[in-house]
């Protein structure tokens, strides 16, 4: 099956800082690659998603970029905002018969004004 | 539109007991997960439904059953509560199997006294 390793947390920024959260997996055959953010108290958003080698997914000025090579996902931000406050997730989806989502422990980011 | 949406939002239950979680998914998505995140962790994956027809089961005890109906709604059973079923219990939809990501509800908090 698959499986995900996510840098531990947790990370500290000041508002405006670059943000880098740092993801790699393993699965069986090409997976989807999604990062899903959840707020205190909620339930998980999707955040952006990548569904080959090298494609990039972007939203609300967060990217990642799909690293076959590496098996990695890292995701970025050039300026955080204390609203980014959130646990972020990334989770491989699919590879050969397996329709479900492999998540990490999850990452805390704390922005701080 | 109305998003996913899961009831009850909170229950206590005790060990011992049998508890139904409901989840309606986003209008015109076909297919239902289920996944149990403990606090401080992950999601874990319990059950994929799509068409009605189970497509992918966690590593959860037969305690953990389900079921998707006609209109597509699911519902999660646990019988014989532990202590250890504490927790978040989330659904989540997508059209077909899950290539394009999931929609999460804000999830079910499941106490287990």
């Known amino acids: 099956g698959n499986s995900v390793t996510q840098m531990e947390g947790p990370v500290t920024l000041s508002e405006e800082a670059f943000l880098t959260i740092n993801c790699t997996y393993t699965a069986t055959g090409y997976p989807s690659l999604f990062w899903y953010v959840q707020y205190p108290g909620e339930g998980l958003q999707l955040l952006l998603k990548?569904?080959?080698?090298?494609d990039k997914g972007s939203n609300k000025g967060f990217e990642a970029t799909y690293r076959k090579e590496t098996t990695s996902f890292h995701l970025e931000k050039g300026s955080v905002q204390v609203s980014d406050s959130a646990v972020y997730f990334c989770?491989?989806?699919?590879?050969?018969?397996?329709?479900?989502?492999?998540f990490g422990k999850g990452t805390l980011l704390t922005v701080n004004p | 539109d109305a998003g996913v949406t899961q009831s009850p939002t909170h229950l206590i239950k005790t060990r011992g007991q049998h508890v139904t979680l409901r989840c309606s998914p986003i209008s015109g998505h076909k297919s239902v997960s289920w996944y149990q995140q403990v606090l401080g962790q992950g999601p874990q994956f319990i059950f994929q439904?799509?068409?009605?027809?189970?497509?992918g089961r966690g590593n959860f005890p037969d305690r953990f059953s389900a079921r998707q109906f006609p209109n597509y709604s699911s519902e999660l059973n646990v019988n014989a509560l532990l202590l250890g079923d504490s927790a978040l219990y989330l659904c989540a939809s997508s059209l077909a199997l899950g290539t394009d990501g999931y929609t999460f509800g804000s999830g079910t908090r499941l106490t287990v006294v």
């Open positions: 989770a491989p989806w699919g590879g050969g018969s397996n329709y479900k989502l492999t």
């Open positions: 990548a569904t080959k080698a090298d």
């Open positions: 439904y799509y068409e009605k027809e189970e497509r």
